[in-house]
């Protein structure tokens, strides 16, 4: 027995630095950091085979090594969900935007949800729409598969605390609910986050004074489907649709009950928010595109707004 399992670890580590192994990985789950390891050791592994067939130049080689470093970055940007320093310990309700095209931003809190955020999933998927979520610690904790999912359909990640409070928190409750809702976040997904949105929008009970002094930025909304009051399907497309700005934060719900409507609501509102003209960004996305304008202000003077008025009838 001990040699045979000793046989199998022989194999599974020199599967280890032969990525054409077709040892699985599932009948040795104790044993998973080894392919882990594997996959490291393959993303680097390309230049060196490159070399030993010899004919690359240096400067091929160069961009090659540039490609995997940007190819990393972006795979770390779908996992670390920062904001910039002027918006850190700031609380936001929409950005304004100098650009005239119109971006806007989808957020879904209080999942993840069995059902109804794999609902949301396909339909932004289907019209190629990001979105950002406010996980809710205690909904992370009973639903993780689901979270899962929704990180890799490389959405936004947000914290909306652990146990959804609306009543005054004295600070170390506060720290605790959204301290190990971060923990959370990280142990199932990886994912790390600085965004933060307080339960109900109560800014006033503890918990977004304590995001703030940890350099969360506080994310309100501008558009509100107001989910809590039952409106009707067309109720709900016109709560999002009629109150679209640019540069806006609008506030739906894939969980924490029966989001039924808001399902059924997402595929029009999307449509009715393309055909005004509005691009689709996550909340992170949308802060750094009002951060790009803040460091790059316009070269040149806005034209002048006087315009000769010209007679009727003629172009
Ligand atoms: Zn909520």
Known sequence: ????????????????????SHV???????LSFLKRETKVRDSYSPPVNALQFGRVSIARLDNFQQAIEQKQIQKEKRLIFDVPLSFQGTTIYDVELGSEQKYIALTFDDGPWPNYTEQVLDILKQ??????????????????EVAKKVVAD??????HT??????????????????????????????????????????????????RSQNYLVAMWSSDAREASLPSLEQLINNVVNTARSGGIVLMHDGGGDRSVTV????TIIAALKQRQYQFLTLPELLELKERELQQPPETEPPAEVQTPKPDGIE
């Open 1 to 20: 027995m001990a040699i045979a399992l000793g046989a199998t670890l022989a194999s599974l580590l020199a599967g280890s630095f032969f990525p054409s």
């Open 154 to 159: 490389g959405h936004a990640i947000a914290n």
């Open 264 to 267: 059924r609501a997402l595929p």
């Open 162 to 211: 652990w146990s959804h409070h609306y009543h005054p928190v004295p600070r170390e409750v506060a720290a605790r609910e959204i301290e190990d809702t971060a923990s959370l976040i990280y142990e199932i997904t990886g994912v790390q986050t600085r965004i933060f949105r307080p339960p109900g929008g109560v800014l006033t009970n503890g918990l977004a004074s304590y995001a």
């Open 127 to 144: 019209n190629q729409v990001p979105g950002t979520f406010f996980w809710i610690g205690k909904h992370l904790k009973a639903f993780p």
């Open 24 to 30: 699985s990985s599932h009948a040795f789950p104790f």
